[in-house]
């Protein structure tokens, strides 16, 4: 590969990347390339095949160790894992394949009606020393596509191992992430195109939401928190009767008092004297 090749194949694949993931709205990392897959209508085959599968043959006839292939049906894309990869690895494998065909690689007929890429590698993780041009672009694709580098920057993401557990990469990619990201930050070589500076834009809630602690782990809101149901009071014990106080019998009534002697002489009096005033007026 010629240096003027290589860098065009490396600006194709990077453009190809952000337009990617500009037009299926990735605004997280790790970015769901089987989301991506599915939209694109190709169908992702998990190891192992079915032992009837047709395909086992069409794969049988592809030259190269390669861990996942891509074949053109007809006029859909299948895409296959041989070998049993882990979660890092499947997820970049996927990403190198969907290069091949965003990118429109060139083919091969495998039968009539069915072709795969000519390239023969796909190692489920970077591939260091690319026989074919095609194969490089792929990778710079994925990578682009796993590991944004606005997004990285903005996230002050640069350290492979740092890089490998936001992005789910491998550890051959993560390490070329790395590498690249300080080369970029030394430069501080961002945002002059319009379609990264679109792409941190679709990314922005993500990245300013990164460190916070999250919604599960978070204290509860005294105002978000159910309210305590009502305890139930039980019932208090009954007290004990009171023993019964026996009421004095109630008094006889007293007799009606006697006028004294100072009455009956006041009384007389009274009488005399009225009895004077009645001879003394009739006399």
């Given at each position: 590969?010629?240096?003027?090749?290589?860098?065009?194949?490396?600006?194709?694949?990077?453009?190809?990347?952000?337009?990617?993931?500009?037009?299926?709205?990735?605004?997280?990392?790790?970015?769901?390339?089987?989301?991506?897959?599915?939209?694109?209508?190709?169908?992702?085959?998990?190891?192992?095949?079915?032992?009837?599968?047709?395909?086992?043959?069409?794969?049988?006839?592809?030259?190269?160790?390669?861990?996942?292939?891509?074949?053109?049906?007809?006029?859909?894309?299948?895409?296959?894992?041989?070998?049993?990869?882990?979660?890092?690895?499947?997820?970049?494998?996927?990403?190198?394949?969907?290069?091949?065909?965003?990118?429109?690689?060139?083919?091969?007929?495998?039968?009539?009606?069915?072709?795969?890429?000519?390239?023969?590698?796909?190692?489920?993780?970077?591939?260091?020393?690319?026989?074919?041009?095609?194969?490089?672009?792929?990778?710079?694709?994925?990578?682009?596509?796993?590991?944004?580098?606005?997004?990285?920057?903005?996230?002050?993401?640069?350290?492979?191992?740092?890089?490998?557990?936001?992005?789910?990469?491998?550890?051959?990619?993560?390490?070329?992430?790395?590498?690249?990201?300080?080369?970029?930050?030394?430069?501080?070589?961002?945002f002059s195109h319009p379609l990264e500076r679109q792409v941190r834009d679709?990314?922005?809630?993500?990245?300013?939401?990164?460190?916070?602690?999250?919604?599960?782990?978070?204290?509860?809101?005294?105002?978000?928190?159910?309210?305590?149901?009502?305890?139930?009071?039980?019932?208090?014990?009954?007290?004990?009767?009171?023993?019964?106080?026996?009421?004095?019998?109630?008094?006889?009534?007293?007799?009606?008092?006697?006028?004294?002697?100072?009455?009956?002489?006041?009384?007389?009096?009274?009488?005399?004297?009225?009895?004077?005033?009645?001879?003394?007026?009739?006399?």
């Amino acid at each position: 590969m010629n240096a003027s090749d290589t860098y065009r194949q490396y600006q194709d694949a990077r453009d190809a990347a952000w337009r990617t993931l500009l037009r299926f709205s990735v605004r997280a990392l790790p970015a769901d390339v089987f989301r991506i897959a599915k939209e694109l209508g190709i169908a992702v085959h998990p190891h192992p095949l079915p032992a009837d599968d047709p395909a086992r043959t069409l794969l049988g006839r592809l030259p190269g160790p390669s861990v996942c292939r891509a074949l053109l049906l007809g006029r859909a894309w299948h895409v296959y894992f041989l070998v049993p990869l882990d979660e890092n690895r499947r997820r970049f494998a996927l990403a190198h394949e969907l290069g091949h065909i965003i990118l429109g690689h060139e083919k091969t007929a495998v039968r009539p009606g069915v072709r795969a890429f000519r390239s023969n590698e796909n190692a489920g993780d970077l591939i260091e020393d690319p026989l074919d041009i095609s194969d490089y672009a792929a990778d710079i694709f994925a990578i682009r596509l796993l590991a944004p580098a606005c997004v990285l920057h903005e996230m002050h993401i640069d350290r492979p191992g740092r890089i490998a557990a936001l992005c789910g990469l491998p550890p051959k990619a993560a390490a070329l992430r790395g590498e690249r990201m300080e080369l970029l930050n030394a430069r501080n070589a961002f945002f002059s195109h319009p379609l990264e500076r679109q792409v941190r834009d679709q990314f922005l809630p993500f990245i300013r939401g990164y460190g916070q602690v999250p919604t599960e782990s978070r204290p509860a809101s005294p105002l978000s928190m159910p309210l305590p149901e009502p305890r139930k009071k039980e019932p208090a014990p009954m007290a004990a009767p009171a023993p019964v106080q026996e009421l004095p019998p109630p008094s006889p009534p007293a007799p009606p008092a006697r006028p004294s002697m100072g009455f009956w002489i006041v009384l007389g009096a009274a009488l005399l004297a009225a009895l004077l005033l009645i001879i003394i007026r009739y006399a």
